[in-house]
Structures are given as structure tokens and as C-alpha cells.
């Protein structure tokens, strides 16, 4: 069975601005950012993740505070936001700054078993009313949309994730590179922190089905 991936799908500019978290991260042409995932040892970063851009230039950082909970930084060293994760049942919440008193997004599974599609729901500034993103990941988790709506009735792709592929792609102590795509007119900050958890599926995905691979040889 063909396996549907959305690394070839284009983003569509939404037709008013989304705005999440800060009207500041919203920008009014496409953005492209590289997202590094750094798992070697020795370590060649303090950070966990670093996000720049097309000239190498640092915006965001992220620190895996514990397996629970990832803090992300801006170019100051400021806490921007912070990722926080509780299993059974699996519960993902995005708060400003680095605690949980402002809530930016919440994770609600769509029970998929072909791959993983969930719904975050937030509040969008511009209109004072809830608001959602659908992401809908590959099999795999090679690549991902995020869509302002449900994909299946035709919704705009605002936003895509996708790994780049080398050698080294399905190690798990290898450091990785994503390529993230942003809408014009689409807040930047839950666009992030949604690429950085789509990252970290990425990581236990392929670890999970090398330890089953192991169990089965």
C-alpha cells in the first residue's frame, strides 16, 4: 500500500491572520526554517534543538527538561513556551513561558491507527474564538502537514514538516534535520513547538521499532 506523505504538498496562505501567541512571530511571506535534533554522544550542543534559518542564523533553541516537558527559547535566551507531556492517557499541552499558567495548545488524538492525526486546539487572537489545526503525520513520521481544518474536506496545508533523509536517517544516534515550511500570516511560536514534538514522535518512533526489530531476530 502506497504510504501518503506530504514532503511534495505546497502550503497555501490562510485568508486572515492566525494568531496564537504573539502577533510578533506573524509574518506576511512564507517562512522556511531548519530544525537540527541533536542525539549524538558526545554531545556537540547544550541544546536538544536548535531551529535557524536559510543563512544559519539562530531564532529558537529547545532544552528536554525531562522526558514530560521541553522548554524552547528565543534568540534571547528568553523562555518562549514550553511542551508538556503526560501518558495514560496521552495528553500534550503547549504554555507560554515556562510554566503553565498561560495555555497556547492542547493535543486531541483522532484514534488513527494508519498514522498519527490529532487535533491542537487554541484560541486565535485575531477572532477571540477557538480555533484548531489538524496534523497529520506519514506512517513513518517522515513528513507532516499541519492543516487549518480537516484535510479531507479540502482545508488549507499551512505549515509542513519533513526529515531530511541521509544514511544515518533511521539511527537513533545520529543528529537530525528537519525542513519546516510556514504560511504567510500564520503565527510562528505553536507551529514550532508542533515541529519539535513531531520531532521527538520522529526519534521514539524509530526507536520503538528498532528494539521490536532486536526482539525479533
Do not use: W
Not at 502577533?23 to 511571506?29: L, M
Not at 502537514?145 to 544514511?167: H, L, N, Q, S, W
Amino acid at each position: 500500500m502506497k504510504i501518503h506523505t506530504y514532503d511534495k504538498l505546497s502550503i497555501t496562505n490562510p485568508n486572515d491572520e492566525i494568531v496564537i501567541y504573539d502577533k510578533n512571530f506573524v509574518f506576511q511571506q512564507p517562512v522556511t526554517l531548519f530544525l537540527e535534533q541533536f542525539l549524538e554522544e558526545p554531545r556537540t550542543s547544550k541544546y536538544d534543538y536548535i531551529i535557524t534559518d536559510s543563512n544559519n542564523i539562530e531564532y529558537f533553541k529547545c532544552v528536554k527538561i525531562s522526558n514530560k516537558k521541553l522548554v524552547i527559547y528565543d534568540i534571547n535566551n528568553v523562555p518562549l513556551m514550553n511542551i508538556q507531556i503526560t501518558f495514560l492517557p496521552l495528553q500534550i499541552n503547549i504554555y507560554g513561558g515556562e510554566d503553565d499558567q498561560k495555555l497556547i495548545g492542547s493535543y486531541l488524538s483522532k484514534g488513527s491507527t494508519v498514522a498519527e492525526k490529532c487535533e491542537f486546539q487554541f484560541v486565535n487572537q485575531t477572532t477571540q474564538l477557538n480555533d484548531s489545526f489538524d496534523m497529520n503525520a506519514d506512517k513513518y513520521y517522515c513528513s507532516c502537514g499541519i492543516f487549518y481544518g480537516t484535510e479531507k474536506k479540502g482545508a488549507p496545508m499551512v505549515a509542513k514538516f519533513r526529515e531530511v533523509m541521509d544514511a544515518n536517517s533511521f539511527m537513533t544516534h545520529c543528529n537530525k534535520k528537519y525542513i519546516i515550511d510556514i504560511a504567510a500570516k500564520v503565527d510562528n511560536t505553536l507551529i514550532i513547538g508542533l515541529a519539535i514534538y513531531f520531532a521527538e514522535m520522529n526519534f521514539h518512533n524509530r526507536k520503538n521499532r528498532l528494539n521490536y526489530s532486536d526482539l525479533t531476530r
